[in-house]
Structure formats: C-alpha cells, structure tokens
C-alpha cells in the first residue's frame, strides 16, 4: 500500500539550504566521519550549509576544502535531497559527485577522512535515507529524494530518478 504523505511537498520549502559532496574513484567513495554540527558522529560526505551570496557548487566544494583540505575537480550536480524534518528545521540539500581532486584528504577539526569500497557502505552509521539514494548516485543517475522524518527515522520517502538538473547547477 502506498501511504500518502503527511507533507504538501507542492507549497514545501526549507529554511537551511545545504551541500553534500562525494568523491567516487576506482570503486570507492571517499566518506567522513562528522566531528561536529548536525549529524556528528554519523558518517556522510563532506558538506554543509549554504552561506549567503554563495552558489550551492561553491559551498559543496568550499565546505570540502574546510573539511578535508582537498580541492574536487569538475563536480556535478546529481541530486537534491528535502527532508521534512521533525525536530530540526527542515532542509534542501543539492548533492555533487566528483571523480578527482587536488590534495591529500586529511583530518580537520570538522571531519575524519574514510575511504570505503562501494560495495561496503556503512549504511548502518549514516543518515538512515542514504540506503534510498546513495546507490542511485553510485550509478552516476540523477535524482530528488523527499523525506519525511520523526527523530532520526525516515517515516516516508520518495525518489525520483533521471532528473534533468539545470545547466551548471
Ligand atoms: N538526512 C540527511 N541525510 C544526509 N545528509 C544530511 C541529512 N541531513 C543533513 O543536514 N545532512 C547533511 C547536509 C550537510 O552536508 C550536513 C549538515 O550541515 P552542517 O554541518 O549543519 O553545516 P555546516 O555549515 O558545516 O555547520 P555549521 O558551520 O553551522 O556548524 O549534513
């Protein structure tokens, strides 16, 4: 059965606008573990909020730098995520892929690099959406995620897939 969804996702729109950035190369991603900020101690890509005046590609690349002093190269757009949040305000996050960078990833004060094989994601110790789209974005297809949450669980969701972004986005 299909369970209709408790958000109008037609008049929907986020407070915080946000980033997530992966590094897919030779069969595996590059991940953090987050040391601080929502979602610390999760593990995740790099990102972050989006700040004023800032494109989201400047905010996934420049929170990238922050966080793991890499440089990404040629990052594309594959996906939006907006999560109707319970306990927090709600966010529209605009996820990267990228295949190469500039830099050696090394441990900041916001994050520990972690390299894994795609076929060993850490599902259990991520946001519990990831397991929905993030094979979708390892097929390098485009993608929008809704989900609705209560706490830290997805209690509804959609994906759309093969999502024409917009030029450069
Ligand atoms: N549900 C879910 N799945 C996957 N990823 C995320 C979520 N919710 C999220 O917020 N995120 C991602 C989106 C962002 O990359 C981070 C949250 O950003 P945050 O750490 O709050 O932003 P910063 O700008 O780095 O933080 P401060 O400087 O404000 O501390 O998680």
């Known amino acids: 059965m299909i369970r209709p969804s408790p958000i109008d996702w037609s008049t929907w729109s986020a407070p915080v606008h946000a980033t997530l950035m ?3 190369r030779e069969g595996r991603i590059l991940l953090i573990e987050k040391k601080r900020g929502l979602g610390a ?3 995740n890509g790099p990102g972050g909020k989006i700040d004023p005046g800032e494109t989201p590609r400047e905010c996934a690349m420049r929170e990238t730098e922050e ?3 890499i440089r990404v190269k040629d990052p594309v757009k594959l996906g939006e995520l907006h999560f109707a949040m319970s306990d927090v305000p709600d966010i529209l996050c605009h996820v990267y892929r990228a295949g190469d960078f500039d830099g050696v990833p090394t441990e900041t004060d916001e994050a520990v690099p972690l390299w894994f094989a795609t076929a060993d994601i850490p599902y259990h110790r ?3 959406d990831d397991r ?5 974005m390892l097929e390098g297809r485009t993608f929008l995620g809704r989900f609705a949450f209560t ?3 997805v209690s509804w969701n959609q994906l ?3 999502v024409e972004w917009p030029e450069g986005e």
């Open 22 to 24: 992966f590094v897919v």
């Open 41 to 43: 101690g999760k593990i």
């Open 67 to 69: 966080e793991l002093l």
């Open 126 to 128: 991520m946001w519990s």
């Open 132 to 136: 929905y789209w993030l094979p979708v």
């Open 151 to 153: 706490g830290d669980d």
């Open 160 to 162: 759309v897939t093969d």
